[in-house]
């Protein structure tokens, strides 16, 4: 346990409601053999103020380098059974009377943990993959492309429980329904508009945006035509959607009046002004600086371009715990505000495609109603399957069943549905992924080393006693005659 004085070449168990950053940084500086953090089936039986804190500790967490390997582990009746017993052993170790102390040292079971895991290598072959699909629209051959981007891969401080059901399974979500009401307007003549519609869901998102990187690349500097070098009017980034009562729109350079992207601006008010003005909407605006090693929004690929950009997200600043945490669970996903969120995206995006503004129409105006509404049950289904599952980037290949899923969704609603992938560079690579990311860690029952040497004395005790009793047993033989022996009767 973490309250004992002694943790060197110990394995630390801590549940995740007695988690501490003092309590780990003490088993760090005593070299503790391993750390194993427990945390529960269900987090949404935790208290909020334990997830905050937890939240707010990941960060330190992943950039804390240490020779002490850290396990995480979800808890089980076993694993609940071993934490008890070991939390009463260190209990015990309180105890005033030194006797019992020994005593109970010698008596209580201990535990050895071996994982059956070899040592991590790197990957060196693994495939990030990226999908498009797009809407193409109707009026001439030079039209200007609206791009729509949200990344699927999720972040954490343990792989296998980054289920990143806010970020950014709720932007994937928006996406997928936003191609969903479009391609129905795009299948009518009427509704058919002037612009091209491209929509991509890039891996690597949590990795400085690589998969967005070379999917720029290869349309920009390795392709002759692509709809990116035609006319692009601009890129919207869906990031974190999933809850909260404010929205915002972060740019890298705000838009000129006139422009493309200043009239999504524009729509963005107009529709949260007049249809839902409880939610709170604001432009945060934030240069790119190239000298961090990490890009803060997925836009800010977009920017380095020269294409114009957006990422619209509820929250108001990158450095967000919320947005790289194994603690981004389903419940952090409110379906009403979901709903919302799309429902106003899609009214602007449609009013700046079909121009309504211009045209005098009213901002009141609801286009997405009745057969056509944002459809809540879908986003419920998306978001629940989505959520259900690890997306860590390490853990998504090519062929794994949530990119294949993924491409048929898009696939049903959309045309030219594509892949692409991109590995590292093996002499400058910019990401380095490690398998062993998942081991079996065995529990064996022991007795501490005391117990051997209190069964030596035992057992060294009674080879004496017989010792005595084989050199002295002319004399034990008569005192034990003489105790049997039957006493004369008195007359």
Not at 117 to 141: C, H, N, P, Y
Not at 210 to 223: M, P, S
Not at 226 to 244: E, H, I, P
Request: glycine letters at 6%; a negative charge; proline letters at 3%.
């Amino acid at each position: 346990m973490a309250d004992e004085y002694v943790l060197s070449r110990r394995c630390v168990l801590m549940r995740l409601a007695d988690f501490s950053y003092e309590k780990y940084q003490k088993a760090l500086r005593q070299s503790a053999g391993a750390v194993v953090l427990v945390l529960p089936t269900n987090m949404s039986t935790l208290p909020q103020d334990i997830v905050q804190q937890f939240m707010e500790l990941e960060p330190e967490l992943l950039a804390t380098e240490t020779i002490v390997p850290v396990y995480f582990a979800l808890e089980d009746d076993e694993l609940l059974s071993i934490y008890t017993q070991t939390q009463d052993s260190s209990t015990s170790q309180g105890s005033s009377s030194a006797a019992e102390v020994l005593l109970h040292s010698a008596t209580a079971n201990g535990f050895q943990m071996v994982t059956s895991g070899a040592q991590s290598k790197a990957v060196t072959d693994w495939a990030i993959t990226s999908l498009e699909g797009r809407l193409t629209g109707v009026g001439g051959e030079d039209l200007p492309t609206i791009v729509l981007v949200a990344h699927y891969d999720s972040f954490g401080v343990a792989p296998w429980l980054s289920y990143g059901a806010d970020s950014n399974g709720s932007g994937v979500a928006v996406l997928l329904e936003l191609a969903r009401l479009f391609s129905r307007l795009y299948s009518h003549k009427r509704t058919h508009a002037g612009y091209n519609l491209l929509f991509f869901l890039s891996g690597g998102g949590k990795f400085n945006y690589q998969g967005t990187k070379r999917w720029l690349e290869d349309n920009l500097d390795h392709t002759e035509s692509s709809l990116l070098q035609d006319n692009v009017a601009f890129v919207l980034c869906l990031d974190t959607l999933g809850n909260g009562d404010s929205l915002h729109l972060h740019v890298s350079k705000p838009p000129k009046e006139g422009s493309p992207q200043h009239a999504l601006l524009r729509e963005l008010q107009m529709v949260n002004t007049f249809q839902y003005p409880d939610l709170k909407f604001s432009m945060v605006h934030k240069k790119i600086n190239l000298a961090d090693d990490t890009l803060a929004w997925e836009h800010e690929r977009f920017g380095i371009r020269r294409l114009p950009a957006f990422t619209l997200s509820r929250l108001d600043s990158h450095r967000s715990v919320a947005r790289n945490s194994i603690m981004d669970m389903r419940p952090h996903v409110d379906l009403k505000k979901l709903s919302r969120n799309t429902k106003l995206i899609a009214e602007a995006l449609a009013r700046v495609i079909y121009n309504l503004t211009e045209k005098g129409t009213n901002g009141d105006l609801e286009i997405f109603t009745e057969q056509m509404q944002v459809q809540e049950d879908q986003l419920t289904s998306l978001i629940d399957w989505l959520a259900s599952q690890p997306r860590a980037a390490q853990l998504v290949d090519k062929d794994s069943s949530v990119v294949s899923t993924l491409e048929y969704y898009m696939g049903h609603y959309l045309k030219d549905v594509k892949r692409h992938f991109v590995k590292a560079d093996k002499r400058d690579p910019e990401f380095v992924f490690y398998d062993q990311l998942k081991q079996t860690m065995n529990a064996y029952r022991v007795k501490p080393a005391v117990f051997d040497l209190l069964l030596a004395l035992c057992i060294a005790a009674y080879l004496g006693l017989v010792y005595l009793a084989v050199q002295h047993f002319g004399v034990l033989y008569s005192i034990l005659r003489r105790l049997t022996a039957p006493r004369a009767k008195q007359h």
